[in-house]
Protein backbone atom coordinates (compact mmCIF):
# COMPACT_ATOMS: atom_id res chain seq x y z
CA UNK A 1 0.00 0.00 0.00
CA UNK A 2 1.04 3.21 -0.65
CA UNK A 3 1.78 5.50 2.39
CA UNK A 4 0.56 9.24 3.38
CA UNK A 5 0.68 11.62 1.45
CA UNK A 6 1.04 15.33 1.52
CA UNK A 7 1.88 18.13 -1.11
CA UNK A 8 3.35 20.26 -1.16
CA UNK A 9 6.47 19.33 0.94
CA UNK A 10 8.05 23.12 1.02
CA UNK A 11 6.10 25.99 1.10
CA UNK A 12 7.08 29.81 1.63
CA UNK A 13 4.79 32.53 2.62
CA UNK A 14 4.64 35.98 4.19
CA UNK A 15 3.11 37.07 7.12
CA UNK A 16 -1.04 37.82 6.17
CA UNK A 17 -1.32 35.08 3.71
CA UNK A 18 -3.71 31.99 4.25
CA UNK A 19 -2.21 28.43 3.51
CA UNK A 20 -3.70 25.44 2.51
CA UNK A 21 -1.69 21.86 2.86
CA UNK A 22 -3.45 18.31 1.88
CA UNK A 23 -2.82 15.22 2.91
CA UNK A 24 -3.88 11.56 1.36
CA UNK A 25 -4.06 8.78 3.99
CA UNK A 26 -3.29 5.30 3.61
CA UNK A 27 -5.75 3.80 1.46
CA UNK A 28 -9.04 2.33 3.50
CA UNK A 29 -7.96 4.75 6.68
CA UNK A 30 -10.60 6.68 7.69
CA UNK A 31 -9.19 8.76 10.08
CA UNK A 32 -6.76 11.62 9.96
CA UNK A 33 -4.53 13.70 12.58
CA UNK A 34 -2.61 16.70 11.54
CA UNK A 35 0.57 17.97 13.77
CA UNK A 36 2.30 21.25 14.09
CA UNK A 37 5.91 19.69 14.50
CA UNK A 38 8.73 22.84 16.00
CA UNK A 39 12.17 22.37 17.93
CA UNK A 40 11.92 22.21 21.36
CA UNK A 41 7.78 21.65 20.86
CA UNK A 42 7.75 18.30 19.86
CA UNK A 43 4.47 17.36 18.05
CA UNK A 44 1.41 19.63 19.58
CA UNK A 45 -1.62 18.23 18.26
CA UNK A 46 -4.17 20.07 15.50
CA UNK A 47 -7.26 18.17 15.21
CA UNK A 48 -8.40 15.18 13.95
CA UNK A 49 -10.94 13.79 11.34
CA UNK A 50 -13.36 10.53 11.06
CA UNK A 51 -15.76 10.31 8.61
CA UNK A 52 -15.35 13.87 7.60
CA UNK A 53 -16.26 14.96 10.95
CA UNK A 54 -14.23 16.73 13.17
CA UNK A 55 -13.79 14.70 16.51
CA UNK A 56 -11.01 16.52 18.62
CA UNK A 57 -9.06 19.70 18.37
CA UNK A 58 -6.11 21.00 20.19
CA UNK A 59 -5.45 24.05 21.51
CA UNK A 60 -5.15 26.30 18.57
CA UNK A 61 -6.29 29.28 17.34
CA UNK A 62 -9.41 29.22 15.17
CA UNK A 63 -6.77 30.68 12.21
CA UNK A 64 -6.19 26.57 12.04
CA UNK A 65 -9.06 24.74 10.52
CA UNK A 66 -9.20 21.64 8.41
CA UNK A 67 -12.09 19.29 6.68
CA UNK A 68 -12.02 15.93 5.42
CA UNK A 69 -13.21 14.55 2.43
CA UNK A 70 -15.44 11.51 1.57
CA UNK A 71 -12.68 9.79 0.38
CA UNK A 72 -10.85 10.90 3.37
CA UNK A 73 -8.33 13.05 2.07
CA UNK A 74 -8.18 16.24 4.15
CA UNK A 75 -7.21 19.39 4.02
CA UNK A 76 -5.90 22.00 6.93
CA UNK A 77 -5.68 25.67 6.38
CA UNK A 78 -3.50 28.48 8.06
CA UNK A 79 -5.21 31.77 8.14
CA UNK A 80 -3.72 35.32 8.39
CA UNK A 81 -0.15 33.54 8.70
CA UNK A 82 2.26 34.61 11.57
CA UNK A 83 5.91 33.78 11.70
CA UNK A 84 5.31 31.44 14.13
CA UNK A 85 3.50 29.19 12.59
CA UNK A 86 6.50 28.02 10.81
CA UNK A 87 6.81 24.29 11.19
CA UNK A 88 6.96 20.90 9.74
CA UNK A 89 3.33 19.93 9.66
CA UNK A 90 2.68 16.09 10.28
CA UNK A 91 -0.29 14.54 8.86
CA UNK A 92 -0.73 10.91 10.26
CA UNK A 93 -3.59 8.51 9.50
CA UNK A 94 -4.85 5.20 10.87
CA UNK A 95 -7.56 2.90 9.55
CA UNK A 96 -10.47 3.81 12.54
CA UNK A 97 -11.04 5.61 15.96
CA UNK A 98 -9.61 2.68 17.95
CA UNK A 99 -7.44 3.47 20.90
CA UNK A 100 -4.75 1.01 19.84
CA UNK A 101 -5.01 1.87 16.17
CA UNK A 102 -1.21 2.64 14.94
CA UNK A 103 -0.61 6.11 13.17
CA UNK A 104 0.98 6.30 10.06
CA UNK A 105 2.87 9.45 9.39
CA UNK A 106 3.39 11.26 6.14
CA UNK A 107 6.66 13.20 5.25
CA UNK A 108 4.87 16.33 6.28
CA UNK A 109 5.01 19.79 4.45
CA UNK A 110 8.01 22.64 5.36
CA UNK A 111 6.46 26.03 5.84
CA UNK A 112 8.10 28.72 6.16
CA UNK A 113 6.54 32.38 7.21
CA UNK A 114 8.92 35.69 5.97
CA UNK B 1 -4.71 17.48 29.43
CA UNK B 2 -2.30 14.82 29.17
CA UNK B 3 1.52 15.47 29.09
CA UNK B 4 3.87 13.78 28.45
CA UNK B 5 8.14 14.40 29.34
CA UNK B 6 10.96 13.28 27.52
CA UNK B 7 13.49 14.98 30.08
CA UNK B 8 16.92 14.11 28.04
CA UNK B 9 16.90 16.14 24.90
CA UNK B 10 20.04 15.70 23.18
CA UNK B 11 22.06 12.08 24.18
CA UNK B 12 25.29 11.16 22.42
CA UNK B 13 26.83 7.59 22.87
CA UNK B 14 29.49 5.58 21.09
CA UNK B 15 28.25 2.77 19.41
CA UNK B 16 28.19 -0.04 21.40
CA UNK B 17 26.94 1.78 24.88
CA UNK B 18 23.67 0.47 26.69
CA UNK B 19 20.64 3.65 25.66
CA UNK B 20 17.49 4.48 28.04
CA UNK B 21 15.45 7.51 27.20
CA UNK B 22 12.82 8.37 29.90
CA UNK B 23 9.06 8.88 29.31
CA UNK B 24 6.60 10.18 32.00
CA UNK B 25 3.10 10.91 31.20
CA UNK B 26 0.66 12.85 33.54
CA UNK B 27 -2.83 10.53 32.97
CA UNK B 28 -4.08 8.72 35.82
CA UNK B 29 -6.16 6.31 34.12
CA UNK B 30 -5.44 3.50 31.82
CA UNK B 31 -3.23 4.39 29.18
CA UNK B 32 -1.50 3.42 25.40
CA UNK B 33 1.72 3.79 25.46
CA UNK B 34 3.95 4.23 22.05
CA UNK B 35 6.95 5.13 21.00
CA UNK B 36 8.16 6.66 17.14
CA UNK B 37 11.47 7.75 15.84
CA UNK B 38 11.97 9.98 12.87
CA UNK B 39 15.68 9.41 11.42
CA UNK B 40 17.24 12.63 9.10
CA UNK B 41 15.29 13.25 6.89
CA UNK B 42 12.88 10.22 7.12
CA UNK B 43 8.95 9.84 8.22
CA UNK B 44 8.32 9.14 11.61
CA UNK B 45 7.57 5.72 12.05
CA UNK B 46 6.08 3.10 14.89
CA UNK B 47 9.19 2.08 17.46
CA UNK B 48 6.80 -0.05 19.38
CA UNK B 49 3.44 -0.02 21.33
CA UNK B 50 2.13 -1.04 25.01
CA UNK B 51 -1.59 -1.69 25.62
CA UNK B 52 -1.88 -4.04 27.86
CA UNK B 53 0.11 -7.52 29.04
CA UNK B 54 3.34 -7.94 29.55
CA UNK B 55 4.77 -4.03 30.43
CA UNK B 56 8.16 -5.25 28.88
CA UNK B 57 7.88 -4.45 24.99
CA UNK B 58 9.90 -5.36 22.04
CA UNK B 59 9.97 -3.40 18.88
CA UNK B 60 11.54 -3.25 15.80
CA UNK B 61 15.60 -2.98 15.65
CA UNK B 62 16.62 -4.34 18.80
CA UNK B 63 14.68 -1.83 21.31
CA UNK B 64 12.36 -2.60 23.85
CA UNK B 65 10.23 -0.44 26.53
CA UNK B 66 9.00 -1.20 29.96
CA UNK B 67 5.59 0.60 31.57
CA UNK B 68 5.90 1.08 35.20
CA UNK B 69 2.43 2.26 35.94
CA UNK B 70 3.29 3.26 39.47
CA UNK B 71 5.82 5.92 38.16
CA UNK B 72 4.06 6.85 35.15
CA UNK B 73 6.58 6.11 32.86
CA UNK B 74 7.59 3.91 29.53
CA UNK B 75 11.08 4.23 29.46
CA UNK B 76 13.10 3.10 25.92
CA UNK B 77 16.24 1.00 25.77
CA UNK B 78 18.45 -0.69 23.99
CA UNK B 79 21.78 -2.96 25.24
CA UNK B 80 23.86 -1.50 22.35
CA UNK B 81 23.43 1.70 20.22
CA UNK B 82 24.33 1.56 16.29
CA UNK B 83 25.40 4.64 14.38
CA UNK B 84 21.99 4.21 12.43
CA UNK B 85 20.27 4.57 15.81
CA UNK B 86 20.84 8.31 15.45
CA UNK B 87 17.50 9.82 15.10
CA UNK B 88 14.84 11.71 17.58
CA UNK B 89 12.86 9.93 19.49
CA UNK B 90 9.00 10.64 20.69
CA UNK B 91 6.98 9.61 23.41
CA UNK B 92 3.41 9.50 22.73
CA UNK B 93 0.06 8.57 25.14
CA UNK B 94 -3.32 8.37 24.48
CA UNK B 95 -6.01 7.62 27.33
CA UNK B 96 -7.93 4.65 25.54
CA UNK B 97 -10.34 7.30 23.92
CA UNK B 98 -8.31 7.04 21.12
CA UNK B 99 -9.08 10.14 19.83
CA UNK B 100 -6.38 12.35 20.74
CA UNK B 101 -2.17 11.03 21.03
CA UNK B 102 0.00 13.06 23.11
CA UNK B 103 3.52 13.59 22.28
CA UNK B 104 6.67 14.39 24.50
CA UNK B 105 9.02 16.90 22.74
CA UNK B 106 11.54 14.70 21.64
CA UNK B 107 14.83 13.03 22.64
CA UNK B 108 17.90 13.56 19.60
CA UNK B 109 19.90 10.82 19.70
CA UNK B 110 23.62 10.74 18.04
CA UNK B 111 25.74 8.04 18.00
CA UNK B 112 29.52 8.33 17.73
CA UNK B 113 31.03 5.75 15.11
Known amino acids: KAGVTQTPRYLIKTRGQQVTLSCSPI?????VSWYQQTPGQGLQFLFEYFSETQRNKGNFPGRFSGRQFSNSRSEMNVSTLELGDSALYLCASRPGQGSTDTQYFGPGTRLTVL | AQSVSQHNHHVILSEAASLELGCNYS??????LFWYVQYPGQHLQLLLKYFSGDPLVKGIKGFEAEFIKSKFSFNLRKPSVQWSDTAEYFC???????????FGTGTSLTVIP
Open chain 1, 27 to 31: SGHRS
Open chain 2, 27 to 32: YGGTVN
Open chain 2, 92 to 102: AVNDRTGNQFY
